[in-house]
């Protein structure tokens, strides 16, 4: 991931605002102590992650990044993504149609619905030796139906579950709207039915407040991760080991994590030597970082999968003309600003895809040439006068905002697009905005211009039909469905995302249809792109494990051990 100010997470209007995260160091035991290497006075090693206090162990609650970071030592969900594929946790397969156990189908109205079948391995356990079932899954989405499925931490797929049928003890199966396929296959995470369900059939209104992760957060049971809750004080939480986790079991048996206030508190932290891994999303501090520590840490690079983009009012009459935003991408050097604002560690973004993920396709490109945006201003009737600015006929100048977050990597990369633009004739006005959201319903008559915004699709491809396609535009005659929310409205952009629906979990048709995508947007360019960026992960040179083999990433925790 890559600081972006603020970040779209789901299908619905939730936004998570990303700081800086330090996640997650290892704690070291005897036996490290004994060979003097890291951790050689035998206390735990403190790590760090910036969060809001205190931490909400729920698995339900909460959609802060940190907090989330911070509850994956001690929960696991039912599928996980590591080493960059999906994995089961405590499900003997992944579905598949190859088996008849993942079923796309059509319903009566011609949509689509996919039924998945899971089966959990036997004797799993949670941390207090109690066997996880099926029922702590019947569990979880009586709850999630109760309350809200927007309750569900860090990954909003959920919202296309529309049902879970309990079949046995450890069978289940899963219903979900539209065509699910693979990596967008998900499962609500299961609850201690055997400790959670009386306080929530006792009230249910108040079960979040009134529940154990809550009002006894160490208390024996709640757990199911590599880690459990041991010890909080009033900063801090001390993890130790689980003895009843089923998958790799970590070699570090103890770990304290300290929760930084913000980015500054957290870098005091690194400075007092006592973070032994993070990552950061804020990638001035993690290079500074990895300079002037580069004999304590390795530093790894990982290309970030978030594009950093500028959003694009379409009820701007100057800025809805092809041209105009062709000619904006045609004046800016995106390789200069990779350069001098990412020290060349980011890759220019000529579509939706970088080159290192998956689907990638080549599409039209936008080099560095004021000659080509000249001439496609004046093509646009905006003529460059003799103070070097573009006026209409009418004489009203080629100008409009740019808003963005005072954060990085705005605060510099503003002034630079607008410079930019100055040398082709083009007036910007820079408006910094502590208050900017993306998902707002009057974000076209609040945001004039053009919008610093960056974006993933960890949802899945289906996931940008709810930004880009004009039929997902909120409005009452839609009952005020979708996320876009600056009035995009491409022809050939809806057909392509129509495509990629209608191809369903075909492979070769979902292959065609999202390179399909990532053509039409580079030549119609919706938003405009910058770039895609690098997040910077620093590990102790006395450790090994720590980073994920397939995208440079924090690797989970339980893979950490000391250098041999």
Not at 74 to 84: A, E, I, K, N
Not at 102 to 113: A, E, N, P, T
Not at 224 to 235: A, H, K, Q
């Amino acid at each position: 991931m890559f600081d972006i100010g603020f970040l779209r997470a789901g299908l619905r209007r939730r936004v998570r605002v990303l700081w800086v995260i330090a996640i997650i160091g290892v704690a070291m035991g005897q036996a490290l102590a004994a060979t003097g290497d890291v951790g050689e006075t035998g206390k735990p090693v403190t790590t760090a992650v910036i969060a809001s206090w205190p931490i909400d162990f729920h698995p339900l609650t909460g959609n802060e990044l940190g907090q989330f970071a911070v509850k994956r030592f001690v929960t696991r969900p039912v599928l996980d993504r590591f080493d960059g594929d999906l994995h089961c946790v405590f499900c003997t397969k992944i579905p598949s149609a190859a088996d008849g156990t993942l079923v796309v189908s059509r319903r009566s109205d011609g949509g689509q619905v996919t039924t998945a079948t899971y089966a959990l391995i036997p004797h799993s356990l949670w941390d207090d030796g109690s066997e996880i079932t099926t029922q702590d899954l019947a569990f979880s989405w009586d709850v999630l139906r109760a309350g809200g499925r927007d309750l569900v931490a860090g990954d909003s797929r959920r919202l296309n579950i529309k049902d879970l049928h309990i079949i046995d003890k450890y069978r289940f199966s899963i219903t979900y709207d539209g065509a699910v396929c693979g990596e967008q296959l998900d499962v609500p995470p299961p609850l201690p039915a055997h400790l959670e369900r009386s306080i929530w059939l006792a009230d249910p209104a108040h079960y979040f407040e009134r529940s154990l992760y809550r009002t006894q957060p160490a208390h024996a049971g709640l757990y199911n991760g590599p880690f459990r809750v041991e010890r909080i004080g009033t900063d801090s939480l001390q993890v130790v080991k689980n003895g009843r986790w089923s998958g790799q079991a970590a070699v570090f048996g103890r770990m304290n994590v300290m929760v930084a206030a913000n980015q500054g508190d957290l870098e005091q932290k690194v400075r007092a030597g006592g973070v032994d891994i993070f990552s950061t999303l804020t990638f001035d501090v993690g290079q500074r970082l990895a300079h002037e520590f580069g004999d304590r840490y390795n530093a790894f690079y990982s290309p970030s999968a978030h594009l950093v983009h500028l959003k694009v009012n379409f009820d701007n009459p100057i800025l809805s003309d092809l041209r105009v935003r062709k000619a904006l991408l045609h004046g800016l050097n995106r390789e200069e600003l990779i350069a001098t604002l990412l020290e060349n560690k980011g890759v220019v973004a000529q579509g939706l895809l970088s080159p290192f993920m998956p689907g990638y396709a080549a599409v039209t490109r936008y080099a560095y040439n004021p000659q080509k945006s000249a001439a496609l201003l004046d093509s646009a009737g905006w003529v460059k006068g003799t103070d070097g600015l573009r006026h209409n006929r009418a004489g009203a100048p080629l100008r409009f905002e740019l808003r963005y977050r005072r954060n990085y990597p705005w605060i510099d990369l503003a002034p630079r697009l607008a410079a930019a633009w100055q040398n082709i004739g083009v007036q910007v006005d820079l408006i910094e905005d502590p208050q900017l959201s993306g998902d707002a319903l009057d974000t076209r008559q609040r945001y004039l211009g053009l919008v610093g915004f960056a974006q993933g699709f960890e949802e899945g491809w289906e996931a940008t039909r709810t930004w880009y396609h004009s039929a997902m535009i909120p409005a009452a005659s839609n009952n005020w469905q979708g996320n876009n929310h600056f009035g995009i409205h491409v022809p050939a952009l809806d057909e392509t995302l129509d495509k990629l629906i209608a191809a369903g979990c075909n492979p070769d048709a979902r292959g065609t249809a999202l390179s399909e995508l990532q053509q039409v947007y580079a030549e119609n360019l919706p938003t405009l792109p910058l770039w895609f960026g690098t997040v910077i992960t620093l590990s102790d040179k006395r450790l090994t494990g720590t980073i994920d083999r397939r995208t440079s990433a924090m690797a989970p925790p339980e893979f950490w051990r000391p250098h041999s």
